[in-house]
């Protein structure tokens, strides 16, 4: 019984810090298409909204 109680506990851990890890990099992604958008360069600009598209966002 305490191994499966120790196995739940690590599960939910494990859970919550890929939570927590997706949200950073979904965070890290849209600050970084943000600059681009916003970039003075056109071939810069162009990527960012190439980059905006649902397939390119990690999720």
Known sequence: MEQQTTTRAESIYRNRLNQSCRLFIR???????????????????????????????PD
Do not use: A, F, M, T
Not at 33 to 48: A, P
């Open 27 to 57: 965070h890290e992604w849209n600050e970084l298409v943000y600059k681009l958008v916003h970039s003075e360069d056109d071939r810069l600009r162009q990527i960012g909204k190439d980059w905006h598209l649902p397939g390119h966002r």
